[in-house]
């Protein structure tokens, strides 16, 4: 008869034990989910579909400065590096989709236009 009986409760706590185990694991995923989802919200509306982060940022100045060269060769490289940092950050600093939503808006303009003059024509 003990045997019944430790046997029925060893088979409660080891269900109790994975239910439990079950449910911490539910909720950590519900937990890493959501900071993500939130985390893809703010950066689809901040700075995707508006530029509102990027005007209240402060941009750091991480410019390293040497004051001796070790060739003119080095100069020149570290001249044109330079000048393709500033390039790359330009590229990347552009906002696509307003610069979409403008083009868009302005190629509508122009086949209207185009459109209304062939259609005076007539």
């Not at 706590?13 to 950590?28: A, E």
């Not at 509306?45 to 004051?67: A, F, K, M, Q």
């Not at 906002?95 to 209304?116: F, S, V």
């Amino acid at each position: 008869m003990g045997g019944r009986i430790h046997g029925f409760l060893g088979g409660v706590l080891l269900t109790s034990t994975l239910t439990y185990y079950t449910g911490q694991l539910f909720h950590r995923n519900q937990e890493f989910i959501s900071q993500h989802l939130q985390a893809s919200n703010h950066i689809i509306n901040n700075r995707i579909l508006t530029d509102s982060e990027l005007r209240n940022t402060v941009i750091p100045n991480n410019h390293i400065v040497r004051n001796e060269r070790a060739n003119f060769a080095e100069t020149c490289k570290d001249i044109w590096n330079e000048e393709i940092i500033k390039m790359v950050n330009w590229v990347y600093g552009i906002n696509w989709y307003k610069l979409g939503i403008k083009l868009d808006d302005e190629t509508k303009k122009l086949t209207d236009k185009i459109a209304e003059s062939l259609v005076n024509k007539k």
